[in-house]
C-alpha cells in the first residue's frame, strides 16, 4: 500500500522545477517574493512544497527560516487569518529563543499578534476598516455604535452599550504593550508590519512561508488566509509560496465578494501572486515511470538500489524530449533481473500507463493513480484470502473499466458475467477483435464512450475470461448477483442435479413440475448457456435435460426452438431429429432445416422419414 500524504521522494522528475523555485527566492535577495504553485488536487502541488523546501536547505550561504501553514487543519477549530499570523510569530520567537538574537522584538512581535487576536481585530475589523468593509469583533461593535450615535438613534440601552464596549476595548489592550493608548486600527496594522519586518533584521534571517491546503477550504477559510498573507506581503526577508488550484481561488474570491467580474477577480489573485509556477502534466512516460517507481517503493529490494533507481529514472524524464523512454527494459539495465512478482508489475504498469495517462477520470493524477494502485493491491489481497484465482492484469482491466467507464455499462458487463455460466460476457469477444484489429466498431449506448474503445484494445482480452472471481473481490462497488440466486432451495437443487447429470434429467420431471414457472426460465437459462459449448447437436446429455424442462413448462420449448434455430447448420446431424420430432414446438425447427440449403441432406432425409412414419407434423 501506498501512503497518500506528501513524499520528498521525487518520482515524478519535479525536482527541476522545486530548483527553479528555490533559486527564484534566492536570487531575490531579501525582497519581498510571493510565488504561487497551482495545479488540480492531487498532481503533486504538497510533494512539490517539500521538494522546493529540501532545495532552500541545502543551499549554502542562506539562512531561512521556514513556516508551515495548512489552512485546512484549522477549518472549524480556529480563525485562519488568526491562527496563521500566530503560526508565524511563534516560529519567529521560538526560533530567536533558540539563536538568542533578536529575542525582544521577536517577543514584541508575538504580543502585537496576541494583541490583534485578543481585540478580535484579526477576524476581520481592522482588515474590513483598511478595505471598506462592515468591520465585526469589538471595533465592529463600537463601529455600529457610533453609527447609531450619528445616526440620532439612542434608546435607554445605547448607554449601557457604550460603557461595555469600551471596558471590554480596555481590557483587551491592557496587559499587553504596555498600557499605552491604542493606535487606530490602520496604524495598529502598520505598526505590526513594521515589528515584523523588524524582528527578522534582527535576527538577520528571511522567512519562507509555506502554504499548503488552501484549494481544499471553504470560501471563507480560503479568504481568512489570503487577507492574513497580504499582512505580510512585500515586506523585506519575507517569502510566501502558496500551493493551491488558482481557479479554486478565484472561485472562493467570486463567493466572498459577491457577483464581481472576472477581471476584479484575476486582479486579486494576481496582486497577491507575483510568480505563478503550474504543477507539470504528467506524460504518457512520467506516469508510466511513476507507476513502476511506486512499485519499485514497495518491493523487498536494498533501499540503496531502490535510490539508485529513483535517481537514474528521474535522470532518463529529463531525457525524454531525445527520445529517451523509461520502460522495464530501461530499469532492467540500471539494476539487472527483478523477481518474477516485480517483473509482473512492472509489465501490468506499462500496459496500463497510456490509459492512466489519458482517461478523462484519471489523466495523469498521480494521487488518483496511487488510489488505483492501492485498490488494486487490496482486491489482490482479498483473492489470496479466499483462495479466488485472480490475475492481476485481469483484475487491473476491470477496475479501470469500474472506475471510469459510465455506471450503466459497468452494470451491463457484470449482468452479462452473472447471466452467463462460465462468468464470460460473450459479446467482448468480438469487440476486442475489432478494436484490436482497427475493425470499425459501433457502440450503442450505454457503450458509446471513447474510453470504452479505448479499454477494450488494452491487454488482456476478457472475452474469453472467466470473471466470476474478479467481481467477486470487487464486491465493495456492485455484488455478483446471479440468476440462480433468485432461486428456492428446491429449484437450486434441481438446477444442479441437471447440471452434474443431465442424462439423467427424465428422473426429476414430477419435480420439475412442480416449480414455478419464473424458475424453470432460470433453470433454462442456465442450460442453454452450457449449451452454447457444444459444437456438434446430435443427442449431446444437455439436450436431454433441456427436454425435459420444456415439458414441465411449456413456456420454454418455443425457446429450446429458438436456440436450435441459431445453430449453425453444419452443427446439426441426423439423430437428432427421431429425438425431437414429437415434441409439440419442434415443428418448425425441423421446417427451417427441411428448407435450408446448408443443412445435409442426410438431416432433410431424416426429417422426411419421421414424416412418413406420422410422428411429426411440419407446419
Avoid at 214 to 241: G, H
Avoid at 252 to 259: C, D, M
Avoid at 309 to 335: M, Y
Avoid at 448 to 462: A, M, N
Wanted: net charge negative; glycine share 6%; aromatic share 6%.
Amino acid at each position: 500500500m501506498w501512503s497518500d500524504n506528501e513524499t520528498e521522494l521525487d518520482f515524478l522528475n519535479f525536482t527541476g522545477v522545486a530548483d527553479t523555485v528555490a533559486e527564484i527566492i534566492v536570487q531575490a535577495q531579501s525582497n519581498p517574493i510571493s510565488i504561487g504553485v497551482s495545479g488540480r488536487w492531487g498532481v503533486g502541488k504538497s510533494s512539490m512544497i517539500k521538494l522546493i523546501r529540501r532545495s532552500l536547505e541545502r543551499r549554502e550561504n542562506s539562512d531561512f527560516l521556514f513556516v508551515e501553514f495548512n489552512a485546512w487543519l484549522y477549518q472549524g477549530y480556529d480563525d485562519a487569518r488568526a491562527a496563521l499570523m500566530e503560526v508565524i510569530a511563534s516560529t519567529l520567537a521560538k526560533e530567536a529563543e533558540k539563536r538568542k538574537t533578536g529575542v525582544e522584538k521577536a517577543r514584541e512581535f508575538l504580543d502585537r499578534i496576541n494583541w490583534f487576536r485578543v481585540a478580535k481585530l484579526v477576524t476581520g475589523s481592522a482588515l474590513s476598516l483598511a478595505v471598506g468593509l462592515p468591520p465585526i469583533g469589538l471595533l465592529g461593535q463600537a463601529w455600529g455604535l457610533g453609527r447609531e450615535l450619528l445616526a440620532g438613534d439612542v434608546n435607554d440601552k445605547t448607554g449601557d452599550r457604550i460603557e461595555k464596549t469600551t471596558t471590554a476595548l480596555y481590557q483587551a489592550g491592557s496587559g499587553l504593550l504596555g498600557s499605552g493608548a491604542r493606535k487606530s486600527p490602520p496604524e495598529e496594522i502598520q505598526a505590526l508590519r513594521d515589528s515584523f519586518e523588524e524582528t527578522l533584521s534582527a535576527m538577520s534571517v528571511s522567512v519562507v512561508v509555506l502554504i499548503d491546503d488552501l484549494d481544499r477550504c471553504l470560501p471563507e477559510t480560503t479568504i481568512s488566509t489570503l487577507e492574513a498573507i497580504r499582512l505580510f506581503l512585500f515586506l523585506r526577508n519575507t517569502a510566501f509560496v502558496i500551493a493551491a488550484d488558482d481557479e479554486m481561488i478565484k472561485q472562493a474570491v467570486r463567493h466572498h465578494f459577491g457577483n464581481v467580474g472576472d477581471d476584479l477577480v484575476t486582479n486579486y489573485f494576481d496582486k497577491l501572486i507575483q510568480i505563478p509556477i503550474r504543477v507539470p502534466q504528467l506524460s504518457t512516460q512520467e506516469v508510466r515511470a511513476y507507476m513502476m517507481l511506486l512499485f519499485v517503493e514497495q518491493s523487498d529490494l536494498s533501499q540503496a538500489v531502490k535510490e539508485q533507481i529513483r535517481a537514474k529514472v528521474c535522470e532518463q524524464l529529463g531525457k525524454t524530449w531525445q527520445g529517451k523512454r523509461v520502460d522495464r527494459t530501461f530499469l532492467q539495465s540500471v539494476h539487472g533481473v527483478f523477481s518474477g512478482q516485480l517483473t509482473g508489475q512492472l509489465e501490468t504498469a506499462d500496459r496500463l500507463a497510456p490509459l492512466m495517462a489519458t482517461a478523462t477520470g484519471i489523466a495523469g493524477n498521480p494521487r488518483l493513480i496511487k488510489r488505483f494502485l492501492n485498490t488494486l493491491a487490496i482486491r489482490l489481497a482479498i483473492s489470496k484470502a479466499h483462495g479466488v484465482g485472480v490475475d492481476e492484469a485481469v483484475l487491473a482491466k476491470m477496475l479501470l473499466f469500474e472506475r471510469l467507464s459510465n455506471q450503466k455499462a459497468y452494470s451491463e458487463l457484470i449482468k452479462a458475467v452473472a447471466e452467463n455460466s462460465q462468468g464470460k460476457p460473450d459479446f467482448l469477444v468480438e469487440w476486442e477483435t475489432k478494436a484490436n484489429t482497427g475493425q470499425e466498431l459501433k457502440l450503442s449506448p450505454p457503450w458509446d464512450d471513447p474510453f470504452i474503445k479505448e479499454w477494450l484494445t488494452l491487454y488482456p482480452r476478457l472475452g474469453d475470461c472467466d470473471l466470476r472471481g474478479v467481481l467477486f473481490v470487487s464486491r465493495e462497488h456492485a455484488p455478483l448477483l446471479t440468476s440462480t440466486d433468485r432461486l428456492s432451495s428446491e429449484a437450486a437443487d434441481l438446477l444442479n442435479a441437471l447440471l452434474a447429470e443431465p442424462e439423467m434429467a427424465s428422473g426429476l420431471a414430477v419435480r420439475l413440475g412442480n416449480v414455478a414457472r419464473a424458475e424453470s426460465g432460470i433453470i433454462m437459462d442456465r442450460l442453454l448457456d452450457l449449451a452454447r459449448q457444444e459444437q456438434e447437436w446430435g443427442v449431446p446429455p444437455i439436450l436431454e435435460a433441456c427436454i425435459v424442462v420444456a415439458r414441465a413448462d411449456s413456456s420454454q420449448g418455443p425457446r429450446l426452438a429458438a436456440f436450435l434455430n441459431e445453430r449453425p447448420a453444419p452443427q446439426i446431424m441426423p439423430n437428432i431429429v427421431p429425438k425431437i420430432g414429437d415434441e409439440a414446438w419442434a415443428g418448425p425447427v425441423l421446417a427451417k432445416w427441411e428448407g435450408s440449403s446448408v443443412v445435409s441432406k442426410r438431416v432433410k432425409k431424416a426429417i422426411e422419414m419421421r414424416r412418413n412414419d406420422g410422428n411429426i407434423t411440419v407446419k
